[in-house]
Structures are given as C-alpha cells and as structure tokens.
C-alpha cells in the first residue's frame, strides 16, 4: 500500500498512555484474517455493553466520519504485541497518528501496515489539541515526501522519519523483499553457525 | 575492542547485516509460535509461496484462546477453536513442531520454552508476543514481535531491528520476607514509569538479582515490557546453568561443557557503558500493589493511592483521575482491605511452580474467603503435572479455589475464563489496563503471596502480617 498524501480532519483523543488492549480488545483477536477489525477499534469506549454507541466518544462524533488522522497522548500503543491494533485502525480508515510519542512494537507495526507515527513534542500537541478542539472540521495535511505537517493554523513542521521506513511507505514496498536480497549473508551465518 | 554490555554482545553476534540508514538483519536462533498472533503470517506465507526456513528452530504452542476446563461441544468457543484448528493446520503443512492442546507439553509460551531448554543464554529469541521478554532471564536477547514480522522470520529466519540503547538497572539490597521479584519489579515500573524503558535494553545487576532463582529473574524480565522496554536480560550464572542442566533440549554431555564455557562469557564487561542507569535498594521494598490501570499505577501496600488534586507520581494528573475513575478506587487511602471479588493465581509473570509452591505454602489448612471465587490456573501442564505430585491441587481445592488446566486464561480474558464488569480481581498477571480481565473487570496485580493472603481475608491483605 502506497503512502499517498493526506489532506483531513482529525480525530482527537489525546489520552496517555493509551495500550492495545484499548484499542482493539483480546476478545476479538480469534479472528485468523487482517481485514474487518475497525468495527471493533476502540470497542470498549466506542459502544456500550448492548454494543450502542457512546455519543460522547471521540470516534463516534459527526465531524469524526472519513478522518483519517488521529491524535493521541504519550506511549500510544503499550502493552500487546499484537499487529491487529495497527490493522483495526487502518481497517477503520486512518492513516496517520500524531502523539507525543509511541510504543516501539506499535510505531513498528504501524510502519508494516501503511500507518504513518507522526511524533511532535508538547508544546506542538498542546496547540494543535487547542485547535482541533475548538474546530472539529480544521484540516490538518501529511506530506510524506517533506516530511512535513501542516497544522490547521498554517503551521508547517518536519516530523520526524528514518529514511528506511519513509522508503518502504512511499513505494509500497514489501520489507520480506528486502530481508530476502541479503540470502547470501543469511546462508553464510547459518553455514558458519549450525 | 571496547568494553561492552551484555546486550551488545548478544546483539553482534547475530547482526547479518547493517545498512547505513536502515536497521539490521539479526538472525533469530528460536522462534515460538502461538494461536492468536500466527494465522495471519502463515497466509502470507501460502500467499508468496514461501516455506519456513528453518522449522528446526521454529516451536509452537496452544495457550492464549485454549480453554482452562475441560470441553463439551455446547460449550465449545467456535471462533478460538477454529484459530487452534487453523495453528495445527499450518504447523503440519510447514513442518514446524507444535505442542497441542493433548500435548503434556503444552503450556503458555514463555513457561515452556525455559521448561524445555529451548531457552538458552546468548540465543535471540523472538516470538509474537510482548512478554517474551520474559526469556531475557538467561542472558537471551527475546523481544516480542508483530505478526508482520512473525512472518518475516518464518520466511528468512531474520528480522530487521533498530538497535535500542542499553539502560542498567542495578539492584543491591535483600528482599525482606514476604517481598517476592513481582513486588521489585511492580516498584522499578512506578519508578520509572510505563515508557521509562521504551528504545532501551534493560539489564538487570547487582545481588538481588544474582540472589534470585531462575523462576523470580523470570518474573522481572517478563514485565519489562511493562516499562515500555521490548527486552530485559541478566547475565548467566551458576543458578542458570543449574537450571538448565538436563532439560530436554539443553546441550548434553561434552556439548554441555562447550556451551557453559561460552556462556560464561556472556557477562557486561566491567567498563561497558550504559545510556541510561538507574541503582535500586531492594531492602526497602514492600510488598507492592497497583491501584490503577496500568502496571505503572503501583505502590507499596501500606502507602495511600495518589491524590490527583496532589499529583507527586510520574503519571499524568488526567490519567490518574480517568483511572481512579474506572477504578472506583478512593485517593488519599491505602487499598488494605478493599474488597475482592475474584483471585487469579497464574500468567507467564507467576505461573510457575515456585509461584503455585509458594501460594500453596500459604493456603494450606486455611480457606479462601466466601464471597470470592479462586482460579489457580497453571503456566505449562509441566507444570499442572508436577503440582499435583506434589499435592498442591489438593491444597488449593481444599481451600476452596478451582483447579485447572494450563493457559494464558484469565491474564487476558480472552478464552472464557474473565471477571464480570465491576468486579474486583487480584491477580498475578502483568497487567491492569481497563478490561484486560473482562469488559468494565477492575484489577490489582500483586505477588502470589500478596495474592494467597488476600484470598483468605477476602480483601486486600499485607500477608507480612502473617509471617
């Protein structure tokens, strides 16, 4: 999946400390596809018991529908190893994440699944919270060529990226094809080992 | 060369290949496999046309959605017994090893794997799980993946990995009875918070850790990721080579000799420099407990929980209050004799035998108290097995908790065994988020010990009292 440029509004939920198990529940890991996990994204605050939707949940807001960036706290994506957080959010239709900064297996499982980790410090969080908040619809855009996010203020800032994984989402490619153009070494380590 | 740590030492040797600007090739030496985060690798497996690569190194289990009691069709969960059908589909199609659900061999992922002496210093271990810091505890370099990577390393026994920075933590100091390796670490999790460890290796040092036995250093590795670090090792010594001598798949003979001499080289050399390094007094410890909804959220059991109007802790003030909030918990007390509901005795934190001995040693003669339910439920049947040579099912029968069969279970509440919204459980597992244990289940993990007392009096219990 190729990382084209985003233009949207963003979701704002910008907790700490948010861990997988929030973002998609163990209840619904039985599955053995990737695809049809966003129902279930953020299942336990998006629904009640009776699986209505909280009408005060972030997700759940009119200017929430098509957003595809989200905005968290610090740590997003603690706890689990488990990929199918990164699935559910991009089954669900999101292509970025903007926080203050992210757990390392979920910012990796991200990265393999097309979901770009945008990192910003505080101070940056605190204005671009204050503007979303104030105007749900504020357009925020990701340029993934200049690395570059640009706040609904006109803000312009350079996130953050190592060039390896920038390569990856920008051609689509496969990581696997990578690992597999080094066969001579592994041969000659597993030769040299077993 | 220059001094270095453990962890770099480990590291280089299995660095295939570095790329400037990209991460490195590092060659994996065991791969476990499990239900829940392996059916989607092995599809991308059968959609490239790839094989396993090396199925000798490649070992997978039955724990996460198995169930804990015994089975009837009605009672049966379709989709989690689809998911175990689709592993045993994949492992016999790929020729890799797996240990099913009538396997005595069976267990959670990270008891097994030390169980058998798959486990061994110096090796990388990776599995599709976040606790597989937990093999750390032999001076392996374990770390959980993603299920992207689970197929990564099927297809080219490789994974691409960025080098985290090294980070000592340095224990000194003698735990005080009653204090157990699940108090320490709950403590250095509080201490440094949920992401203190995140882009950091930990190494664990010093005479506390050298003091503890292989089954205690496991406990502390497993919960470092708890502390946002994918791993955490300590250095092998003479109480891992005991442990190891004589399991199934350790070195035997004049191979065993071999490998000890070069494990014994796997220590921090005494110049190698740190990123980070924090010291830590054991023999100040207290039986520890959280109180909120993450393993950081913990204090001592006579402290009172924070206050957010008076914010001293790492944690946010807004967390703190969303937690306390779920919690039902009140600030400015400590939690000694909250209320209960349910006990969970088990999880690849406190699974193991010592842990079962331990909480065993406790209950017997006495009774769980009657307004809550126990579940005792065993890391590896390995496990189960030697429990009941031992007597301890009884024991635990006897005192009124319910025996069962070995799996992750209640840890993460995703095979049946959960807490109903509300309730209160004290549990041995890694950890307390919101729902972990069942939709709207409330949380408190705690040591075995802490947990036996507790399920006596029925509420939260310092069992110092007791000793």
């Given amino acids: 999946m190729k990382f084209e440029r985003i233009k949207s509004s ?18 619904y890991l039985k599955t053995i596809k990737k695809d049809g996990l966003g129902k279930h994204l953020f299942a336990d605050w998006r629904y009640s018991s009776e ?41 669900y239709g999101f292509r970025a994440v903007i926080a203050k900064s992210f757990a390392d297996i979920f910012r990796t499982n991200a990265l393999k699944n097309g979901l770009l980790p945008i990192a910003i410090d505080a101070e940056t969080h605190a204005e671009l919270v204050a503007m979303v908040a104030a105007n749900p619809e504020a357009q925020l855009s990701v340029d993934l060529d200049d690395q570059q996010l640009v706040l609904p203020n006109g803000t312009t800032l350079t996130f953050p990226l190592d060039p390896f994984s920038k390569r990856i989402l920008i051609e689509g490619a496969n990581e696997l094809d990578y690992i597999l153009s080094f066969e001579d070494a592994i041969s000659a380590y597993e030769s040299e080992h077993d | 060369m220059s001094p270095r740590a453990l962890f770099d030492k480990v590291w280089d040797a299995h660095v295939i290949a570095q790329e400037e600007g990209s991460p490195a090739i590092l060659y994996i030496d065991l791969h476990l496999i499990h239900d829940v985060t392996s059916p989607q ?9 790839s094989k396993v690569r090396r199925p000798d190194k490649t070992v997978a289990t039955m724990d996460h959605s198995t169930p804990t009691l015994p089975v009837t069709f009605e009672l049966r969960d379709e989709m989690a017994w689809a998911q175990l059908d689709q592993l045993k589909a994949n492992c016999e199609e790929f020729g890799v090893r797996l240990y099913a659900m009538d396997s005595d061999k069976r267990g959670i992922v990270h008891v097994i794997g030390p169980e058998l002496g798959l486990t061994q210093p110096g090796l990388t271990v990776v599995c599709g799980d976040s606790h597989t810091s937990t093999h750390g505890a032999f001076g392996a370099l374990a770390f959980g993946i993603g ?20 980070f000592r933590v340095h224990v000194d100091g003698f735990m005080q009875p009653g204090v157990s390796s699940k ?4 403590a250095l999790i509080a201490k440094i918070g949920v992401n203190g460890g995140t882009g950091y290796a930990l190494e664990y040092t010093g005479a506390a850790i050298r003091a503890m036995d292989m089954e205690q250093r496991m406990t502390v590795c497993n919960m470092s990721i708890e502390a946002g670090a994918r791993t955490g090792m300590i250095a092998p010594d003479d109480t891992t080579f005991e442990y190891l001598s004589g399991r199934e798949f350790a070195p035997k003979d004049d191979a065993w000799d071999a490998a000890v001499q070069k494990w014994r080289e796997l220590v921090s050399d005494p110049e190698a420099e740190y990123d980070r390094s924090i010291d830590f007094d054991a023999a100040n410890l207290e039986p520890m407990i959280t109180f909120g909804t993450n393993p950081g959220m913990a204090i001592p059991i006579t402290a009172p929980v924070p206050d957010p109007k008076e914010n ?22 400590p939690l000694l004799g909250h209320k209960l509901d349910v006990v969970f005795l088990g999880s690849c934190a406190n699974g193991r035998l010592s842990d079962l001995r331990q909480a065993a040693q406790f209950l017997k003669g006495r009774k769980i108290a009657d307004n809550l339910r126990m579940l005792v439920v065993p890391g590896s049947q390995a496990v189960k097995h030697q429990a009941e040579a031992e007597g301890l099912d009884r024991i635990f029968i006897e005192a009124g908790a319910e025996w069962r069969q070995a799996g992750c279970s209640m840890c993460l509440a995703m095979n049946g065994d959960e807490v109903a919204a509300g309730e209160y459980v004290i549990s041995t597992s890694n950890r307390n988020y919101e729902g972990r244990q069942g939709v709207g289940a409330r949380s408190f993990l705690a040591s075995p010990l802490t947990a036996a007392a507790s399920a006596v009096e029925g509420v939260i219990t310092d069992v110092r009292a007791y000793l």
Wanted: hydrophobic share 45%; aromatic share 4%.
């Fill in chain 2, 183 to 186: 108090d320490l670490i709950l």
């Fill in chain 2, 41 to 49: 690798a092995f599809a991308g497996l059968r959609e490239s046309g």
């Fill in chain 1, 10 to 27: 963003a979701v704002l939920l910008p907790l700490d400390d948010v861990d997988t198990d929030q973002i998609i529940p163990a209840r």
């Fill in chain 1, 51 to 91: 699986g209505d939707e909280h009408g005060d949940f972030a997700l759940n807001q009119p200017s929430s529908k098509g957003a595809s960036i989200l905005i968290m706290g610090v740590n997003f994506g603690c706890g689990s190893s488990r990929e199918h957080a990164a699935w559910a959010l991009v089954d």
């Fill in chain 2, 312 to 333: 001293h802790s790492l944690i946010p003030t807004a967390a703190l209050e969303k937690a306390l909030a779920y919690m039902d918990v009140a600030p400015g007390k």
């Fill in chain 2, 147 to 166: 299920t992207s990577e689970v197929e990564h390393v099927l297809a080219t026994q490789c994974l691409l990995q960025r080098k985290p920075k090294n």
